[in-house]
């Protein structure tokens, strides 16, 4: 079991998974794009049971491109987002990859929304390539 630590900018929040990561990707979604500032975002999803959060947290919600509902959450000091909790995976939390501090357990299985990628990205070809979401 390859548990991890992460935290905000200025560390207001903390967190521990108490799992190692079930699934990483890197979305090329424009809602992934638009909230990280990056090119694509590496999501890595853990059970949401197994993640212990410290800290204050604000949240923002929308509706995805899929039309479930997404709730954003981020440290209301800095404005660092960590996580994301999307209504269509119940359950699950979406822990953005650049606020883990174990840099080894983000290993990206493969590429989703690779339909709306920035196109002078280039992927990595040993990686699975999804054209919308994973299955």
């Not at 604000?58 to 509706?63: G, K, P």
């Not at 509902?69 to 990859?97: D, M, W, Y």
Request: charged share 25%; proline share 4%; with cysteine.
């Amino acid at each position: 079991m390859e548990k991890f630590t992460g935290s905000c900018l200025c560390r207001a929040i903390t967190y521990k998974s108490n799992s190692a990561p079930l699934r990483t990707f890197n979305c090329h979604c424009e809602d992934c794009r638009k909230c990280s500032g990056a090119p694509y975002l590496t999501n890595i999803f853990v059970k949401e049971v197994d993640l212990d959060i410290q800290g204050t947290l604000n949240s923002y919600i929308h509706q995805s491109e899929s039309g479930n509902k997404i709730t954003k959450r981020f440290c209301e000091n800095c404005g660092c987002q960590l996580f994301s909790f999307n209504e269509g995976r119940p359950g699950l939390v979406r822990i953005h990859a650049g606020t883990v501090n174990e840099l080894e357990v983000v290993k990206p299985q493969g590429d989703v929304w690779i339909s709306k990628k920035i196109p002078s990205i280039k992927l990595d070809e040993t990686l699975d390539k999804f054209q919308e979401n994973f299955t």
